[in-house]
C-alpha cells in the first residue's frame, strides 16, 4: 500500500523559509515522478513542482523561490521555499506516479494528505 505523508508545514511571515518534506512508503521510490501541489481557499488545486529522472519544473510563479529535490535513500522529496509570499498560503500535497512526468494532477496516482502553509504579510 502507497503512503505519502507531507510535513514542514506552518505560520511564516512574508520572506520567511520553510522546507515541506513528504516521506514515501509502499513504493520504488526511485522510479516514481514526485510532485508538490497546493490548493489555497477558494481555488482549484494548482501545480507547483515536479521531479523525476528526467529533471524538474515549476510553475512560473514559484521559479527561482522553490525548489524539489528527492532522496532516494530516505523515500522523501522535499520542497525548498524561500521568500514566501501572502499568495503562497495553501494546502501542499505530494504526489506521486510511475509513468507520468508534469502538471496534471489527475495524472498522479498517489496523493498525501496535505500540510497547511500560511504566511502572514
Known amino acids: 500500500q502507497v503512503r505519502l505523508v507531507e510535513s514542514g508545514g506552518g505560520l511564516v511571515q512574508a520572506g520567511d523559509s520553510l522546507r515541506l518534506s513528504c516521506a514515501a512508503a509502499?513504493?520504488?521510490?526511485?522510479?516514481?515522478?514526485m510532485g508538490w501541489f497546493r490548493q489555497a481557499p477558494g481555488k482549484e488545486r494548482e501545480f507547483v513542482a515536479a521531479?523525476?529522472?528526467?529533471?524538474?519544473n515549476y510553475v512560473e510563479s514559484v521559479e527561482g523561490r522553490f525548489t524539489i529535490s528527492k532522496d532516494n535513500a530516505k523515500n522523501t522529496v522535499y520542497l525548498q521555499m524561500n521568500s514566501l509570499k501572502p499568495e503562497d498560503t495553501a494546502v501542499y500535497y505530494c504526489?506521486?506516479?510511475?509513468?507520468?512526468?508534469?502538471?496534471?494532477?489527475?495524472?498522479?496516482?498517489?496523493w498525501g494528505q496535505g500540510t497547511q502553509v500560511t504566511v502572514s504579510s
Open positions: 509502499g513504493l520504488t521510490f526511485s522510479g516514481y515522478t
Open positions: 521531479i523525476s529522472g528526467s529533471g524538474d
Open positions: 504526489a506521486a506516479d510511475q509513468r507520468y512526468y508534469g502538471s496534471k494532477d489527475n495524472e498522479y496516482d498517489y
